[in-house]
């Protein structure tokens, strides 16, 4: 039984198509479909029933995929035990943050694929929420607040909140001194997302309202330099602006919970360990930059 058949046929029984999986593996749906073929043809059953959305295992599929994952898991392992000390190679397909990824995540992947001249990697940078497991990602970087879900997370380093404004806007309209006063003020948001403040250790959460909406982070920074509002953001991307006196942090007797960036992957037995070495550099580098944790970090 070929290794590479039984691996698209997990990849598109957890992606729950054939195009993700195509996308995952680095390889055309033709060829994905031509394995997936030859895989019922070997077994003399179907695996799969395909439909209009992509794909569902079938009871002989849902069977057989845990079979198969630990085939290739144990595959993987050896493979990875006969390759020289440290070494990797493969495909490594990482989602970031467009926000501040590019500036603060890129250079760690860069170091890893100089590491590992054997390893392909290839980032996408967006602050959508990006389905890992349908969009064939191998794991991804979020920040913030990680909420339930059945990836597997592993935290990388500390990020603090402020909320922020500018000194125009708050000689315009002052500064709230306490969350319930945040609904009259504009609040610059991503959506219609909570906003959470410590009061002791009580969860105070406000759903603000305002004009103005951007789904990337730097966009509101500079919504929030131009007085148009509040904002609630990581101090990585408020740093610079609060130290130059272009924003303030406003109601600081009410901090946001701490919060965090975390690696993120699918859920599986063991993390490849490629994504084990990813998320070692990204720990390294979150405890030498101070733009993370925000001007006091050290």
Known sequence: ???????????????????????????SKSIVSRRLARLEAELGVQLLARTTRGAALTEAGATFRDHAARACAE????????LPAGALRGRLRVAAPLSFGPTHFAPVLAEMARRHPLLHIQTCYSDRFVDLIAEGFDCGIRVGYLPDSNLVGRRIGPIKVTLVASPAYIDSHGAPSHPAELVAHQALMQNTEAWQFMDGDKVISVRPQGRFKADNGVALVAAAAAGLGVAYLPDCLTHDRIASGSLVS??????????AAYLVRPPGQHPAQKIRVLAELLIDYFGKSPHFAGPTHT
Do not use: K, N, Q, W
């Open 1 to 27: 039984m070929d290794i590479e058949e039984l691996l698209t046929f997990v990849e598109v029984a957890d992606a729950g198509g054939v195009s993700a999986a195509a996308l995952r593996l680095g390889v």
């Open 250 to 259: 406003i109601m600081t007797a009410y901090p946001p919970p701490p919060a």
């Open 75 to 82: 595959m993987e392992m050896a493979r990875e035990s006969i």
